[in-house]
């Protein structure tokens, strides 16, 4: 409720408790203290101070009336039963009284006793929680005693020592006890306390200022940078492409190059080369053949002509298949004993694998200009390809279907692994050999030398069938056709070796 509701209900309560509390004392005081009355032993009162016409109440639901000499004061209460009694004069029965306040006010139908009064001051303080001004009043005031107190209490003892300030009586009792005085000192630290604070606080702000300016440049920096960055990629890009477009160029000419004199020496095909070979195992060491076709030009020209240019030079003669593994047969050149000798003594180096390519690098066919391939001349069974990147000199033959391991993609251990083995022929007579070649004993898997030929199948030749528009000079034929290699092949080198 409002301010102008309360304030009479607050007055309208005070006024009933004092005109209760003075008749009270007025009837307390008409007994004799310590005894009880005849008339009202519960109170104290003798019949005789009872006006005629009054009621009292016994404190049990009964009562009697009285008659007030005033017309214009009228007292009631009612008593229940476990109280102390009341004092009325007429105007209401027991049974039908009204209460001295209605619900809207403090004080409902209660005995007027002690906790009758607490109750009052209960809903006083209720109605006083309901208005935020008078709790700000009431915290303003105890603050304030609380202040004037404290300031008193301080005054006083200075006062009684006779001293000024605080600080003044702290340094007598110093110098009553005979203590070191340390005001003094501590106030001249506290002003180098106080100087050396305002220097380390300016330090702070500058060093705080040169972090934001460095913060502020690392932004810039790194904004610099990443521009940077991404025109050194978009750079790079560029470059990159620029770089493949051309090695497309290259390579678009060495294939129209291969083609044409391909064409010119070899005729435009198709080409053929007759395998012969003697097995290790064959007591009459019999020579045995199968052919190969090579791929047509128009789709391998740069692989068909670097073949045909090692069988013409004779590079193939006396070669060696040494690799029989599960879905390729790889064959290759090897260094011979005569041919160690005289390469150590030349240049002084142990090196296998550069005496065997001593003669393909002499006629500067020991690899590819480039891995080429062709989607439409994969590896599938039977067919001939190019070991290692660029590729060659070593070539396999495929026992299985290897366009998915040997064709692009396939050979992870190459850095440019989009690119697939070079196939550029097919078998096309003598499988029967190849089935004979694929039955000769190897290591097995786990050894060393797993999949390896205990002894190698000898290359004694290989020819091109077909009659060349031009004369060539053919490489001479070995004389000893069923020579055996005089010592164990030693294994090449894993570039020039496919996974078998």
Same mark, same amino acid.
């Given at each position: 409720r409002s301010s102008s509701h309360i304030r009479p209900s607050i007055n309208s309560a005070i006024r009933h408790i004092k005109l209760?509390?003075?008749?009270?004392?007025?009837?307390?005081?008409?007994?004799?203290?310590?005894?009880?009355?005849?008339?009202?032993?519960?109170?104290?009162?003798?019949?005789?101070?009872?006006?005629?016409?009054?009621t009292y109440g016994n404190g049990y639901g009964q009562s009697d009336s009285f008659a007030s000499e005033s017309p214009s004061q009228s007292y009631h209460s009612t008593s229940s039963v476990g109280y102390g009694g009341g004092y009325s004069n007429g105007g209401y029965s027991t049974s039908a009284q009204p209460p001295l306040y209605s619900e809207e006010g403090m004080f409902k139908d209660k005995p007027l006793n002690s906790r009758s009064r607490r109750g009052a001051f209960i809903q006083l303080a209720k109605l006083y929680a309901k208005e935020p001004i008078a709790w700000a009043t009431v915290a303003a005031a105890l603050f304030f005693m609380l202040t004037v107190h404290y300031r008193g209490q301080r005054n006083w003892i200075l006062r009684s020592f006779e001293v000024?300030?605080?600080?003044?009586?702290?340094?007598?009792?110093?110098?009553?006890?005979?203590?070191p005085k340390p005001c003094d000192e501590f106030a001249t630290s506290t002003r180098g306390n106080h100087a050396e604070s305002h220097e380390l606080r300016n330090q702070i702000a500058n060093l705080e200022h040169e972090v934001k300016l460095l913060e502020k440049e690392k932004k810039q920096l790194k904004k610099k940078q990443r521009e940077e960055h991404e025109d050194a990629i978009e750079h790079l890009s560029s470059r990159d492409y620029a770089w493949k477009e051309q090695v497309e160029v290259l390579q678009n000419a060495t294939q129209r190059e291969a083609k044409r004199a391909a064409t010119e020496l070899f005729g435009p095909g198709p080409h053929h080369v007759k395998f012969t070979v003697i097995l290790p195992t064959d007591e009459e060491e019999k020579e045995r053949n199968f052919v190969v076709e090579l791929a047509p030009l128009e789709i391998m020209p740069?692989? +068909?002509? /670097? /073949?045909?240019?090692? @069988? @013409?030079?004779?590079?193939?003669?006396?070669?060696?298949?040494?690799?029989?593994?599960?879905? +390729?047969?790889?064959?290759?050149?090897?260094?011979?004993?005569?041919?160690?000798?005289?390469?150590?003594?030349d240049h002084q180096e142990d090196d296998d694998r550069a005496v065997a390519m001593k003669n393909?690098?002499?006629?500067?066919?020991?690899?590819?200009?480039?891995?080429?391939?062709?989607?439409?001349?994969?590896?599938?069974?039977?067919?001939?390809?190019?070991?290692?990147?660029?590729?060659?000199?070593?070539?396999?033959?495929?026992?299985?279907?290897?366009?998915?391991?040997?064709?692009?993609?396939?050979?992870?251990q190459h850095d440019l692994d989009e690119y697939g083995d070079p196939c550029f022929a097919k078998v096309v007579d003598g499988f029967d050999i190849l089935d004979m070649m694929f039955k000769e004993p190897t290591y097995h898997d786990d050894h060393e030398w797993g999949w390896f030929f205990k002894d190698p199948i000898h290359i004694v030749r290989a020819k091109i069938m077909e009659d060349a528009p031009l004369k060539l000079q053919v490489a001479p034929e070995s004389e000893d056709h069923s020579r055996k290699p005089e010592k164990p092949l030693k294994k090449p080198k894993i570039d020039h070796q496919v996974d078998p």
């Open positions: 209760l509390q003075k008749h009270r004392s007025t009837m307390m005081r008409s007994g004799r203290p310590g005894q009880a009355s005849s008339a009202y032993p519960q109170y104290g009162v003798p019949a005789a101070s009872i006006p005629s016409g009054a000024p300030t605080a600080r003044t009586l702290f340094e007598n009792y110093l110098d009553s006890s005979g203590k740069h692989s +068909v002509h /670097f /073949f045909l240019q090692q @069988v @013409v030079h004779g590079l193939w003669n006396n070669a060696w298949f040494y690799l029989n593994g599960p879905h +390729v047969l790889q064959g290759g050149p090897q260094a011979e004993e005569d041919e160690e000798e005289l390469w150590h003594l393909f690098r002499d006629m500067d066919l020991e690899q590819l200009a480039f891995p080429e391939y062709s989607e439409k001349f994969p590896h599938v069974k039977w067919t001939l390809g190019f070991t290692g990147r660029p590729g060659g000199p070593d070539f396999y033959i495929n026992k299985i279907d290897n366009r998915a391991t040997h064709g692009p993609g396939g050979q992870h």
